[in-house]
């Protein structure tokens, strides 16, 4: 089996895999990253949602070859010690979230938004969450959340 | 108020491990030794087995075991059973064929489960499944219901004539006849209720383990009611005894009622790991969660209203197809019929109502609750009726609805259809939402719209409904085969800290938080000292589970009774220690006081006489504080309110645009309006999906069109509103907690606000009947067939 290396939340990690495992497997199955879902199998839900190398990705759709060499980052990166990230904060302080199924998908494609747009509308958080399917909460208070974690990263 | 008791909208304590992504759902869960399952499924809807050849699959690599419909017969495993038995018309009961969880002589719907290969790997498991032959013969499927109803129809059971479950029926048919009779206007409706797939985000998953050494069972499964499982799984179908089979359920991602039930996988899975035996894992792939989740609504109704020359209302007829899929689910029954026409007189005083429901087998997935189950179809059936009503007759939609209100000095108000109403104020919530949705403004905004070519519409629904699925002696006299009280148990520490073990299961509801505020307000602690625990048989004595909005309705007065016998057991602990007389010792704000006096003991002084008892009143009380209860209400809660949506329509397109939603609620006493908030949200949000994007189609051969996120159209965020949403509450009267159930209201207030603002919209131009989902391309449709 062919050797993968990549840089997960700031550690180096190195493993052989099967050349059919996907960057969502790699994290979950082989790192214990758990926080990272797999929702769907289509590439729609958006659970799966990480950042490589600074960018959103759905890990359901990159093979872990693919991302030789990359910066990867998920949610359990995110947090500093006890202290939540201010977009973590957003979501806790304004119930952006219920089960929390699609919760760290949403989190990490949110702050890409903010990476490109740091003072967004309204509409532009809505049309930006197309990839990312929320069963409970109507999208209504993670949009209020995403507005207030852009903020708070301004301030 | 205290800062984290009731009222008091606390941040919720989960939230901090879901988003540390620390949360552990059944799929971030292994064992030791965990092998893989991989279910092998139907391909046709429906086709007789003649053979499964498993001889090339055993030898794939990986692959431990592949077991088949004929191995689990051969064990005499029993069948998937249903919690609730319906009787037709004439006293008879349903038709209950059998529903063994691998198929054995026939398969029935796309998805039907063939074989299980348990392998080293899933993707072992899984490529070994691509190896079984399995010989079919065909038959024609049974997918619309009045074919399925046809003589000449191929049969789901063969032993099911016409593919008729059942023939029920309430309320009192020579009334209404009667009142039909002497109507001046009859309005009749036809209309389908759409079908729809639940789609929690968290697949369905399940790790069952099997321990030779003392024959225990454990099986992780995503449900919302791990009691439950415990006993149809281990009572009626694998006959394992509760004390040897436990049922955890940890965190689950979403249920909205596909959670609820006692799938079949569950049963293969715990059986098989003791053939292994080996721990064995299945999560469902999304396009099996299409073809295996049971569905929702799918029902066909002709109703009709009879009123008076004044637009009284003198009766109701209601008659409804209700598609049951291929087998019966766990509470498939009940839900087209008590939960459906025992609703039937809305919040109005209609006098005489008859409701029949037929329904029906066919080869698709089971049916079975999904949020509202049953309110929302019956809602959407007497709100469009209702609006159609004032639109034939010439009144305005407000004062039809105004006139036929139950008013708020007519409760208890017992209804034609089996319910008694305990408290409520319609007339109330319809103006509140009448002045936040700015009504008195809506022709000037319509004719700003007409003005740039759009077409607005502006569309009511008040609506009630049933919550806090208990009342057990309700429940068996209509069928249901177990009781539906909750448990709890309250748990103080030496120290004072607080374990509560609670019957019902939380899946998004924020059941830790809300639950840990009740506890804070009962002993005066906060909430830090709080942990809630469920979804675990081995820590939680019993339980119903959470489904009917019945969690803070049923489970939350259970923790309060128990919450209260800790009190009572405190008041001696402390009257003994302080020498003084029960009577005389008060409590409030955590604190014990002899009254008249400044002899006080803290909460957690007491706790700790309790275990340390040196100086106890031994003789009379045993030591520890430690208690259970049990509460079982009397009656339903009864939620109510007002939706109301308004709609842009560019009639070039035919895009729907809800330029306001305002929903007004009455959930009785709210205890975190943070969460209630949410919950309604989330609850309209698959109400205005189910009116504007969703819907379920099979092809005529029973093959699933809409079997995955490409072609079902879930709502995303651009396609929603920001939602206006209010309560004003009437407390609760059926329960010490007067609250009365906040999960399912969204979603059944909602579709019909949504599709009556569509028809007001376009009514000028002649369109008056749309079906749900209306979709863009449907309503233009609309427009250029008027």
Known sequence: ?155 | MSETGIGAAVRRVEDKRFLTGRGKYIDDIDQRGQLYAWMLRSPHAHARINGVDTATASQAPGVVAIFTGADMAADEVGGIPCAWQIHNKDGSPMHEPPHPPLAVDKVRHVGDQVAVVIAETKAQARDAAELIAVDYDVLPAAIDMDLALADNASLVHDDVPNNLCFDWEIGDKDATEAAFAKADHVVSIDIVNNRLIPNAMEPRAAIAQYEPSNGNYTLHTTTQNPHVIRLLMGAFVLQIPEHKLRIIAPDVGGGFGSKIFHYAEEAILTWASAKVPQPIKWTAERSESFITDAHGRDHETHAELAMDKGGNFLGLRVSTKANIGAYLSTFGAAVPTYLHGTLMAGVYTTPAIYCEVKTVFTNTVPVDAYRGAGRPECTYLLERLVTKAAREIGMDPVEIRQKNMIQPDQFPYQTPVALEYDVGNYPASLDTALQASDYAGFEKRRAESESNDKRRGIGISTYIEACGIAPSAVAGALGARAGLYESAQVRVHPTGSVTVYTGSHSHGQGHETTFAQLVSESFGIPIEQVEIKHGDTGEVQFGMGTYGSRSIAVGGPAILKACNKIIDKATKIVAHILEASESDIEFKDGKFTVSGTDREMAFAEVSLAAYVPHNYPIEELEPGLDENAFYDPLNFSYPAGCHICEVEIDPETGDVDITNFTAVDDVGRVINPMIVEGQVHGGLAQGIGQALLEGCVYDDSGQLLTGSYMDYTMPRADNLPNLNVGTQSVLGASNPLEVKGVGEVGAIGSPPAVINAILDALAPLGVDDISMPATSAKVWQAIQNA
């Not at chain 1, 495992?21 to 082989?30: A, D, K, M, S």
């Not at chain 1, 006890?82 to 219920?98: I, K, V, W």
């Not at chain 1, 049309?127 to 507005?147: A, D, Q």
């Open chain 1, 1 to 155: 089996m062919p050797t993968v290396s990549m840089t997960v939340n700031g550690k180096s990690v190195s493993a052989e895999v099967e050349p059919r495992t996907l960057l969502v497997q790699y994290l979950r199955e082989h790192l214990g990253l758990t926080g990272t879902h797999v929702g769907c199998d289509t590439s729609q839900c958006g659970a799966c949602v990480v950042h490589v190398n600074g960018e959103s990705a759905k890990s359901c759709t990159i093979l872990a070859m693919q991302v030789e060499g990359a910066d990867v980052a998920t949610i359990e990166g995110l947090a500093d010690g006890d202290t939540l990230h201010p977009m973590q904060e957003a979501f806790r302080e304004n119930h952006g979230l219920q089960c929390g199924f699609c919760t760290p998908g949403v989190v990490m494609s949110a702050l890409d938004l903010v990476r490109t747009n740091a003072d967004p509308s309204e509409r532009e958080v809505r049309e930006w969450l197309e990839g990312n399917l929320c069963r409970c909460t109507g999208y209504h208070n993670i949009v209020k959340s995403i507005l207030a974690g852009a903020k708070a990263m301004q301030g």
